[in-house]
């Protein structure tokens, strides 16, 4: 099958998360100047574009994701001539820029909710969702809030009214039932693309439409329900999305992606479809599910190789020719890759990185590098006093204070799975604070920043940086690992990921160990003495004896 080419398949997306990234001024948070001193680093990466989480202006309730005005930057990041010069840089050296698209709600401090909340009469009231009490119900219904162990209805007392916020009390949720709100996101977004930005990564974006009704959903403890299955999905969302790539996007050529939860292939192919227009990817949550356990993702436990192995391959199968995958380990959301699905000790770190690294890249889809990812950046393991995350501190909260589970269980919890372990400050050099900030940072930078940083490997060939600079570098040259067809192989082996791709004229075998345990596995006739195209250790053995954590991939022409 001849796949239909396109510059973001093609490309490599580097994730941004702001406030962690380099400070430029010493108030110990990361900026936009900082960025910009990047750039070249990123250029070298071999990077084509930026994937920048939110930089508005924000009470920063949720770091940024609650925006109090879409079209201002934030104080402690700059001012728009800052962003201004980043963005003429990043386009300079090659670097497109996808902004951040926030609007399943805003920061309760933006001007339409402080307009909606004067009241019923106020313009501005129907831009948020408002709802009278019920006889005989404390809430309008059982959602409980993503964030703030409560409902996630909050009540108004001058106008006798709650109104709805799927996360924080403090994120209300935007009314897309009503066509001004359209009006109003098409417009910011028309006018950041005026600008010359280059795409939208869109936040929550399949919660954005709510079944009228508001139905109650599954209850998860005495009180609450988990919204997630009733309000992903609702139907007028692909309507919506249309006709934002109707008014907006279809102008421009740009990349777009929908952060997606709870959402099968099937589903994806109409978001993702290539004929009736609404995202060009999106972020399915699969994979981030294998290692869940009794307490969903609040668990430590190890994930089934063969869990893993099942939820990419039913995307990479069931996407093929019909949609477009995002590929990622990591993100602002998640703890890292290398402590989570590899090895970070001493010994395994660099290896068992440059392992998920060879896994991820190898598949087809436009792959996600996270800030910190390309250098091996690992977890870390703080006091619940020493954490920032609203989602880490209200779980605590509800689980240990509410529900009474042992803090030791829900510490262990916290150290592998809290949002906090991507927001450590960037490990950029051995010097104070890794380099991050010459001030106080506004989060803990991990102490593993003497060894582990951005100065010590650009420049050394076998560094976990060198290492995904030329994955980076082979997608440009080897357009199989673009467009080819992925197959798993061995399916039910519990240590080894492997799997080909194929177009017409070339095979690529990919094979991973994702244990530290030696196995033997030939490689299959067809391959042998073929070009090998990158390798974590110096070559495949002969024999077939398989090191800890290694990874290769052959290559042969057909
Ligand atoms: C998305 C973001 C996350 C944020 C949430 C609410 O999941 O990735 O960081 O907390 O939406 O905006
Ligand atoms: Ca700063």
């Not at 508005?56 to 770091?63: A, E, F, G």
């Not at 977004?189 to 009704?213: A, C, H, Q, Y």
């Not at 954590?549 to 042969?556: D, T």
Request: net charge negative.
């Amino acid at each position: 099958m001849d796949l239909i080419k396109a510059w973001w398949k093609e490309a490599v997306v580097y994730q941004i998360y702001p406030k962690s990234f380099c400070d430029s001024n010493g108030d110990g948070i990361g900026d936009l100047n900082g960025i910009t001193s990047k750039l070249e680093y990123l250029a070298d990466l071999g990077i084509n574009v930026i994937w920048l989480s939110p930089i508005y202006k924000s009470p920063n309730v949720d770091n940024g994701y609650d925006i109090a005005d879409y079209e201002a930057i934030m104080d402690s990041f700059g001012t728009m001539e800052d962003f201004d010069r980043m963005l003429e840089k990043a386009h300079s050296l090659g670097i497109k820029i996808m902004m951040d698209l926030v609007v399943n709600h805003t920061s309760d401090q933006h001007r339409w909710f402080q307009e909606s909340k004067k009241g019923p009469d106020n313009p501005y009231r129907d831009y948020y969702i408002w709802k009278k009490p019920v006889e005989g119900r404390k809430y309008p219904n059982n959602w409980g809030a993503s964030f703030g162990a409560g409902s996630v209805w909050e009540w108004d007392e001058p106008s006798q009214m709650y109104y709805l916020h799927l996360f924080a009390k403090e994120m209300p949720d935007l009314n897309w039932a009503n066509p001004k709100v359209h009006e109003e996101v098409f417009g910011m977004m028309r006018r950041w693309l005026e600008k010359g930005v280059d795409g939208f990564r869109m936040d929550v974006i399949n919660l954005i439409s709510k079944d009228p009704t508001f139905p109650d959903g599954e209850l998860l403890n005495h009180e609450y329900s988990d919204f997630y299955p009733v309000v992903t999905n609702h139907p007028e969302v692909h309507t919506y999305l249309r006709e934002m790539y109707n008014k907006v996007l279809k102008d421009y050529d740009t990349i777009t992606v929908g952060e997606c939860c709870c959402t099968s292939p099937e589903v994806a192919k109409i978001y993702t479809s290539e004929t009736e227009r609404e995202l060009n990817m999106i972020f399915q949550f699969d994979h981030m599910g294998v290692d869940n356990g009794p307490h969903g993702r609040w668990c430590d436990r190890r994930m089934d190789l063969r869990d893993l192995k099942a939820a990419m391959s039913k995307w990479q199968d069931e996407l093929y020719g019909q949609g477009w995958n995002s590929l990622y380990w990591n993100n602002h959301d998640q703890p890292r890759c290398v402590s989570r699905f590899g090895n970070d000790s001493d010994e395994y770190r660099e290896i068992s990185a440059k392992m998920l690294g060879t896994c991820l890249h190898m598949m087809q889809g436009t792959p996600y590098v996270y800030q910190g990812e390309e250098l091996g950046m690992t977890n870390i393991c703080l006091d619940i006093n020493e954490y920032e995350d609203i989602e880490t501190l209200d779980t605590y909260y509800q689980y240990v204070t509410v529900e009474g589970m042992d803090p030791e269980e829900m510490m262990r919890y916290i150290h592998y799975k809290s949002r906090d372990n991507a927001r450590t400050g960037m490990q950029w050099s051995a010097e104070k604070n890794g380099g991050f900030t010459s001030g106080t940072p506004w989060f803990t930078v991990n102490p593993n920043y003497t060894k582990i940083n951005a100065a010590s490997q650009v420049n050394d060939p076998n560094s976990v940086f060198s290492y995904y600079k030329k994955l980076i570098h082979l997608r440009k040259e080897n357009p199989v690992m673009v467009y080819g067809k992925y197959e798993l192989l061995l399916p039910e082996d519990e240590d080894l990921y492997v799997y080909t791709r194929t177009d017409d004229d070339t095979q690529l075998y990919v094979l991973c160990n994702f244990t530290d345990k030696e196995r033997t596995l030939a490689i299959p006739d067809a391959f042998r003495d073929t070009e090998v195209l990158i390798a974590n250790y110096d070559a495949p053995n002969a024999d077939g004896t398989i090191r800890p954590y290694e990874a290769f991939v052959l290559k042969r022409s057909l």
